[in-house]
């Protein structure tokens, strides 16, 4: 699939302070991955994962994830099953996710994390607000919105980082678990938007990250923290 890919090498750190969510300010670092400070994984339970798409974020996904040590089934256009998995990644096209869903079985009420974005005029199935809704409306299980707001092409240089980059998610509850902790073992530090409800603002996010990385920027993460965490 297309994801979200850099453009140009220049880096520069940008801060946005937002005022009145809480009562320290949060502020939204824009950083190169080695401007950031690295620490330690948690150590947590391996997990059976049925990635669908094979492209710069499921790939990208699938091999950090096999680094961590899950165990990682990569499923392409020919589909497959997904009935001995743990966790379920979407990463196609925006206008693919139907056929690629159908193309899959064993995929009732599974936990499934949708990477895909919609570019250009692609828009949501008919009756959807947002890709991530008809995924649930398929699978029934907890789903959530998710690695679809980073640059795939800065996956090999996330190990590197001096600290966790961000990685927006909207979704369900039930969904926190597996969210959380494959944010981890890809290297990111998983921040809530909201709930499902959200997925389609999450979803117009990716073309903010865009045009960032094609005015100046270049290829980026970001952290959001408070200020004393940065």
Sequence with gaps: MR????????YRPVRIQVLDWR????????????????????????MNITVIGRGNIGGGLADLWERAGHKVERLGRGGGDAGAADAVLIAVPGDAVQAALSSVTGL??????????????????????????????????????????????????????????????????????VVEQLNTDAGYEAVRLGDLSQAATQESIAHAIIAIAQNGLGAFVYRMATPEQL
């Design 23 to 46: 009562p320290a300010a949060i502020l939204v670092s824009f950083r190169a991955p080695e401007a950031l400070r690295r620490f330690p994984d948690p150590q947590e339970k391996t």
């Design 108 to 177: 009732s009420g599974k936990t499934v994390l949708d990477a895909t974005n919609l570019y250009g005029e692609v828009k949501p199935p008919a009756g959807f607000g947002s890709n991530a809704e008809y995924v649930k409306s398929v699978t029934g299980g907890p789903t959530a919105k998710v690695f679809n707001t980073n640059i795939a092409a800065l996956y090999p240089q996330i190990a590197d980082a001096r600290a966790r980059p961000s990685n927006l998610w909207s979704g369900d509850e039930e969904a926190r678990r």
């Design 3 to 10: 994801g979200l890919t850099s453009i140009g090498k220049s």
